[in-house]
Structure formats: C-alpha cells, structure tokens
C-alpha cells in the first residue's frame, strides 16, 4: 500500500507491506510488518535540498532446524513415528543412525525469533555558486552531507518440553534458552564537487570524507531445564565487537576538446582494526583515454561513431575478514570444556592470544588496457579488455617458531597472487525496421590466477592451505591453497579403475609408493575457475 504526492519543489512517497511465508518443513515461517517514508524538498532558487529517508521493519520468525532433513534421511524406514506402548508419546530414536525423531523435533520444539530493522538516511545539499556570484557561470560547486543509521535488533528463544525424547535421553527435565544481540552501522559522507569548463578544457573535481562505525552488543544468557537448574553458562554474557573505518578521498576529471580524457583519484583509509603505525593506507589510480575517432585521420570515416582507446593503473586496499583486535596482546576466557579444576570447582582459564602487531592492508594493483567501438550508427559495438592484477600482502595462517608467540601458528601478511586475462564483448543489430529489432550479443573472457607466495621464508614440504571442507569428518578438506596454483585447486586422492575403465570402490593410487595410502598420496588437479 503506498502513498505519494508532493508539488514542483517537494514531495513525499509513504509505503507499507505486510509478509507471510512458511518454510518446506512442517515448523518453519516468518511474518514481516514493514514501512518507508521518503521525503524531499528544494529551497527556493535550488539553494538547498533535502531529503530523508526511513525505513522500520519487524519480523517473526520461526526458526527451521535444517537437520531434521539429514536425520529423515538416515532414519530405518520402517521405524514408527510414535511410540507403539504409548500412542500420546513419539518414538525415542535413540541407539539409531538418526539422532532423533525428525517429526517430535518439529512438533515438540519451540525456536522462535523477533527481528527489528531500522534504516534511516538524511541528506542536505548545498548549492554554493548563488552564495559566491552574482551571475549566471558555468561554474557549478555543490557540497552535500549525509548521515545513515542501520539499526537490528535480534531476539531468539529456544524451549524443548520435558516429554521430548531429545531432553529424557540427555537426563533433562526440559531445556529453554535465549539470546539478544543489537548491532548499529553508522555512517556520514561530505561530498563537495567542482565542474568548470573553459574553451576546450572541461575539468571536475571532487573531494570527500567518511566515516563508519560497526558495532555490536551481544547478550548470552545461561541454559536452564523448567525447574530453573543451571545447564551451562555462556563464557562472556556480554560482548561489544566494533570497528571504524575512515576515508579521505579525492577525484579529478580533465577533458582536452572531449578526444584526451584524464582521470586521477587517491584516497586515504585508516581502519581501527590496525595498529596506529599500520593503520593508513594510500590507495591511488589512474585513467586515460584517447578518442581516436576525433582525430583528423578519422574524423571523416563515416562509419565509425566512436573509438576510444583507454588505459588504467589503480590500487585498492582489503580489510574485511581481518578480525577487530588482532593487532592488539589480550588474554581471552577459555570455553567451558576447556576449565581448569581448583577443589569441588571447575573455572575457566585465561589464555593468551596470538597476535601480530604488524598486520596491515592487503593491497592489490591492476593494469588495464581497453578498447571501446562503436560503429554504422551504432548497430555493432563493444569491448576489449585486457588486464593484470597483482595482490600483495595476503593474510595466510603461517607456523611461528617455538616461544615466538602465544600460538604454533599466526595469521599474518605473507601471500602474493597474479591474475590476468582478457574480456571481450560484441553487440550487433542485424535487423532494425519500424516494427522489429534483432539484437545479437555476444561475450567471452579468460582469466589465470597463481599463488606466488604464501610463507614469509620458503619452507621445505610446504603443501599450502586445506580448504573447501565438505561432510565426512571434521577437517575433511578436497582444495588446496599451494603456490603455482590457481587458490582453490583440488587436491584429493587418484581413483583406481579396472581393465573396463570403471572405478574402484575405496582404491586409490599409491603416489608415494610406500604402500600406504595417506595424505602424501593426493595430488593437486582441477582448477575450480572456469576457463
């Protein structure tokens, strides 16, 4: 349902929805109640604009337990769902390959959840030129300011009745828990843009400011059974994960006669999950392009609508994925099945962490070479990309040598990975009449990527990272990170095959040949990119 209206300089869009949706099991569902407000409104003579924007939302969830698929799966078909000596009661699935009763699970447990969105921007935009000249120019300066707040708030409740089979088998006279977390993303942005053009000379020019703020309030409350005795107790009942992130930036765009187009842009980030001496990084980039169709050797090739050779050079910084503190020495809570026993008492300990104080940005640089055409008044056009990138400074988990730090191994800045490759694209329109057109597109694209380094020394034997675990076992990995390789390679076991061709069951070649077939028998084979 929404509402809109307004006049020349302001208007307004008010909206509201209602939603209602039930999972593919027999419990799961989720009801949301939303709404939007959107106004704006230009002062007199465009000095000043407005405008905001809200947006709160609630939703009642009912939580899924995908595990009750899993456990059907695994279940004896011929096992009853309710219990033959006493009809009122489910089946007690215990001694089974299925850990439970897939239906009780669903009929009998109650995971409920209740989440409150809010999102809200404000922005005010200020035309300085009327303020600086008394006449018309073809000079425009804007500086424009806005403020954004994401809010969510999650509840969670969890209860298991005292006749589930799940709470007799585990000695419990009824379980419940439940959670609370809040988290708040806050952000500001000063944007001011110059423009000015003189003869054949059109240049523009931008600077900027942000800043933004995640943090989180998380609230772990004990687990009790319904006669209120304690089942386990949460190491860290509060929790207050935050991070900033702040920027500087700025642009500039030069056009000489719209054939010699220049672009320079540099910004500055300084992230809080680094130390004060990691903490900045300097990002610059750099574009240029050439239309070589408003040269005079082309200019009158009637066919050719545009061609524009262009070349570029940038830098970006990564900091996403690096946790909020390892920069920092801090001693952390252990879990409650890691304590330590003083008496009748067990308590938990406090343990150091491992740290590196030089972590810092990830850094990768691109090259770029490109073409873009346009040709017969636009019916064939497209693009030619050609591009290396190189990323320095990846974070790898490495070995530390014995009393070097609080952990056998670190995560620190070590890795390099080169990537290249080409995309092309072609769009064409064979047939253009009054009453049909016939586009046609076309696109292909390649790209190699190989790990150059992953230790900070090179280490003997050094097979690279596991990744890509899959079930079967905890640490079951089937990729590698290695260097020579694209990330990612798969790296598993050679099948056997009989005299037909056909697989052997649990035989796999002996690489190492020492009869034995372990880790040292696998080897690195497809890449997982696409070619």
């Given at each position: 349902?929404?509402?809109?209206?307004?006049?020349a300089r302001s208007n307004y869009?008010?909206?509201?929805?209602?939603?209602?949706?039930?999972?593919?099991?027999?419990?799961?569902?989720?009801?949301?109640?939303?709404?939007?407000?959107?106004?704006?409104?230009?002062?007199?003579?465009?000095?000043?604009?407005?405008?905001?924007?809200?947006?709160?939302?609630?939703?009642?969830?009912?939580?899924?337990?995908?595990?009750?698929?899993?456990?059907?799966?695994?279940?004896?078909?011929?096992?009853?769902?309710?219990?033959?000596?006493?009809?009122?009661?489910?089946?007690?699935?215990?001694?089974?390959?299925?850990?439970?009763?897939?239906?009780?699970?669903?009929?009998?447990?109650?995971?409920?959840?209740?989440?409150?969105?809010?999102?809200?921007?404000?922005?005010?935009?200020?035309?300085?030129?009327?303020?600086?000249?008394?006449?018309?120019?073809?000079?425009?300066?804007?500086?424009?300011?806005?403020?954004?707040?994401?809010?969510?708030?999650?509840?969670?409740?969890?209860?298991?009745?005292?006749?589930?089979?799940?709470?007799?088998?585990?000695?419990?006279?009824?379980?419940?828990?439940?959670?609370?977390?809040?988290?708040?993303?806050?952000?500001?942005?000063?944007?001011?843009?110059?423009?000015?053009?003189?003869?054949?000379?059109n240049f523009k020019v931008m600077a900027?400011?942000?800043?933004?703020?995640?943090?989180?309030?998380?609230?772990?409350?004990?687990?009790?059974?319904?006669?209120?005795?304690?089942?386990?107790?949460?190491?860290?009942?509060?929790?207050?994960?935050?991070?900033?992130?702040?920027?500087?930036?700025?642009?500039?765009?030069?056009?000489?006669?719209?054939?010699?187009?220049?672009?320079?842009?540099?910004?500055?980030?300084?992230?809080?999950?680094?130390?004060?001496?990691?903490?900045?990084?300097?990002?610059?980039?750099?574009?240029?392009?050439?239309?070589?169709?408003?040269?005079?050797?082309?200019?009158?090739?009637?066919?050719?609508?545009?061609?524009?050779?262009?070349?570029?050079?940038?830098?970006?910084?990564?900091?996403?994925?690096?946790?909020?503190?390892?920069?920092?020495?801090?001693?952390?809570?252990?879990?409650?099945?890691?304590?330590?026993?003083?008496?009748?008492?067990?308590?938990?300990?406090?343990?150091?962490?491992?740290?590196?104080?030089?972590?810092?940005?990830?850094?990768?640089?691109?090259?770029?070479?490109?073409?873009?055409?346009?040709?017969?008044?636009?019916?064939?056009?497209?693009?030619?990309?050609?591009?290396?990138?190189?990323?320095?400074?990846?974070?790898?988990?490495?070995?530390?040598?014995?009393?070097?730090?609080?952990?056998?191994?670190?995560?620190?800045?070590?890795?390099?990975?080169?990537?290249?490759?080409?995309?092309?694209?072609?769009?064409?329109?064979?047939?253009?009449?009054?009453?049909?057109?016939?586009?046609?597109?076309?696109?292909?694209?390649?790209?190699?990527?190989?790990?150059?380094?992953?230790?900070?020394?090179?280490?003997?034997?050094?097979?690279?990272?596991?990744?890509?675990?899959?079930?079967?076992?905890?640490?079951?990995?089937?990729?590698?990170?290695?260097?020579?390789?694209?990330?990612?390679?798969?790296?598993?076991?050679?099948?056997?095959?009989?005299?037909?061709?056909?697989?052997?069951?649990?035989?796999?070649?002996?690489?190492?040949?020492?009869?034995?077939?372990?880790?040292?028998?696998?080897?690195?084979?497809?890449?997982?990119?696409?070619?």
């Amino acid at each position: 349902l929404s509402l809109s209206g307004g006049s020349a300089r302001s208007n307004y869009r008010v909206s509201a929805d209602y939603r209602s949706a039930n999972g593919i099991d027999l419990y799961s569902g989720r009801e949301e109640y939303g709404a939007r407000v959107a106004l704006n409104h230009t002062a007199k003579g465009g000095l000043i604009t407005f405008s905001l924007n809200v947006a709160p939302r609630i939703a009642y969830r009912k939580n899924a337990s995908w595990d009750v698929f899993r456990n059907a799966v695994e279940a004896n078909p011929t096992t009853p769902i309710m219990d033959p000596k006493d009809p009122s009661l489910y089946y007690n699935f215990k001694g089974q390959a299925a850990g439970y009763n897939p239906l009780e699970l669903l009929k009998k447990d109650k995971s409920t959840g209740t989440t409150k969105l809010l999102d809200w921007d404000g922005t005010v935009k200020l035309n300085l030129l009327p303020l600086l000249l008394n006449k018309e120019d073809r000079q425009t300066l804007t500086t424009q300011l806005t403020f954004a707040d994401h809010q969510y708030d999650n509840y969670n409740q969890w209860f298991r009745p005292s006749t589930s089979t799940l709470a007799i088998n585990a000695g419990r006279e009824g379980e419940a828990s439940q959670d609370y977390s809040k988290s708040a993303i806050r952000t500001l942005e000063w944007v001011t843009n110059y423009a000015n053009s003189f003869g054949n000379h059109n240049f523009k020019v931008m600077a900027g400011y942000s800043y933004q703020d995640w943090k989180t309030f998380v609230h772990n409350t004990p687990d009790y059974t319904y006669d209120k005795t304690l089942v386990s107790t949460p190491v860290y009942e509060y929790d207050y994960p935050q991070n900033t992130l702040v920027s500087f930036y700025g642009r500039l765009n030069y056009s000489l006669m719209d054939r010699y187009l220049f672009t320079a842009t540099v910004r500055a980030d300084g992230s809080s999950r680094f130390s004060k001496e990691n903490r900045w990084g300097i990002f610059p980039a750099l574009a240029l392009a050439w239309r070589m169709n408003q040269e005079n050797f082309l200019k009158n090739v009637s066919w050719i609508d545009d061609l524009k050779l262009r070349l570029g050079y940038g830098v970006t910084g990564q900091q996403d994925g690096i946790g909020n503190y390892t920069y920092l020495p801090f001693y952390s809570l252990s879990t409650n099945t890691a304590t330590y026993q003083f008496g009748d008492q067990y308590h938990n300990m406090l343990r150091p962490a491992a740290y590196d104080a030089n972590i810092h940005w990830e850094q990768t640089a691109t090259y770029n070479v490109g073409l873009d055409y346009s040709f017969i008044k636009g019916r064939l056009s497209g693009t030619l990309d050609f591009y290396q990138k190189k990323t320095s400074d990846l974070l790898n988990e490495i070995p530390t040598p014995a009393g070097a730090n609080f952990s056998n191994r670190i995560l620190t800045n070590v890795g390099n990975i080169s990537s290249k490759g080409f995309e092309f694209s072609i769009n064409a329109t064979p047939v253009q009449t009054k009453r049909l057109t016939w586009d046609v597109s076309y696109n292909i694209s390649s790209n190699s990527t190989r790990i150059t380094k992953l230790n900070a020394v090179e280490v003997p034997g050094y097979q690279g990272v596991p990744t890509g675990g899959v079930t079967g076992g905890t640490g079951t990995n089937v990729q590698i990170h290695s260097v020579g390789y694209a990330p990612g390679t798969f790296f598993v076991y050679e099948q056997k095959y009989d005299a037909n061709g056909k697989p052997l069951e649990g035989q796999f070649v002996d690489r190492h040949e020492d009869g034995v077939i372990n880790e040292l028998d696998k080897y690195r084979t497809h890449n997982p990119e696409p070619k």
